[in-house]
């Protein structure tokens, strides 16, 4: 579907009434035919949105000039060396801090061997920073992700804000749903129905 299809489902959405907090715009797709008991069927899949519309917040595991390149792009980052003396709950507190980690590659078997066990159940593993990459740009990037993952054939992703564009949700939706697609074993035939909703309003049709 292209962003103009999605367009009028989007106004509609909008148009609930409004509540004392700027509410989220969700997107549901409903999948069939699939069995998410087998690997190939799952979706698992990093959208990058053309739109942003969060800060999200991003820990970095690193030391040095990397660490200090995550600062000067606003990350907040993380000493290994308090890796090494964190407890279980010390732990899980630092996991649940943060939206998405990445890390120097160097520190990648460290991070692993520290928090594995808590990030990995959370699809929050560390995405590595390659030695002389620029970690800002893996940041920008990150900050536009949308990530998707078939626990269920109800799949719901957060595209948006109310008090964004109309055109602007479309355009997420429309990349959303094309990932979504694109990783189905049989397209489009897999997508049963779609969704879309604002927090507290009542789902629209899209397809």
């Given at each position: 579907?292209?962003?103009?299809?999605?367009?009028?489902?989007v106004e509609?959405?909008?148009?609930?009434?409004?509540r004392g907090?700027?509410?989220?715009?969700?997107i549901?797709i409903?999948?069939?035919?699939?069995d998410?008991?087998?690997?190939?069927?799952?979706?698992?899949?990093?959208v990058?949105l053309p739109?942003k519309?969060?800060?999200?917040?991003?820990?970095?595991?690193?030391s040095?000039?990397?660490?200090?390149?995550?600062k000067?792009?606003?990350?907040e980052?993380i000493?290994?060396?308090?890796l090494?003396?964190?407890?279980?709950k010390?732990?899980?507190?630092?996991?649940?801090?943060?939206?998405?980690?990445?890390?120097?590659?160097?520190?990648m078997?460290?991070?692993?061997?520290?928090?594995?066990?808590?990030?990995?159940p959370?699809?929050?593993?560390?995405e590595?920073?390659?030695?002389?990459?620029?970690?800002?740009?893996?940041?920008?990037r990150?900050e536009?992700i949308?990530?998707?993952?078939?626990?269920?054939?109800?799949?719901w992703?957060?595209?948006?804000?109310k008090?964004?564009?109309?055109?602007?949700?479309?355009e997420?939706?429309a990349?959303?749903?094309?990932?979504?697609e694109?990783?189905?074993?049989?397209?489009?035939?897999?997508?049963?129905?779609i969704?879309?909703?604002?927090?507290m309003?009542?789902?629209?049709?899209?397809?």
């Amino acid at each position: 579907m292209e962003a103009e299809e999605i367009v009028g489902a989007v106004e509609k959405v909008l148009s609930s009434r409004e509540r004392g907090f700027v509410e989220s715009v969700d997107i549901c797709i409903n999948l069939k035919n699939i069995d998410l008991k087998q690997p190939k069927s799952r979706v698992n899949v990093d959208v990058v949105l053309p739109k942003k519309f969060r800060e999200p917040k991003i820990g970095v595991f690193a030391s040095g000039e990397i660490a200090m390149k995550a600062k000067e792009a606003g990350a907040e980052v993380i000493d290994p060396e308090e890796l090494k003396r964190m407890d279980k709950k010390k732990a899980r507190e630092l996991v649940n801090k943060y939206d998405y980690f990445v890390a120097d590659a160097s520190l990648m078997a460290l991070v692993g061997r520290s928090l594995g066990t808590i990030l990995g159940p959370r699809g929050k593993m560390p995405e590595p920073i390659p030695p002389g990459a620029d970690p800002a740009q893996l940041l920008s990037r990150l900050e536009k992700i949308a990530k998707v993952r078939s626990k269920t054939t109800m799949l719901w992703v957060n595209i948006g804000r109310k008090d964004m564009d109309a055109r602007d949700i479309a355009e997420n939706a429309a990349a959303v749903i094309k990932a979504i697609e694109a990783r189905l074993e049989r397209g489009w035939q897999n997508i049963d129905s779609i969704y879309m909703k604002t927090t507290m309003g009542h789902a629209v049709k899209v397809a």
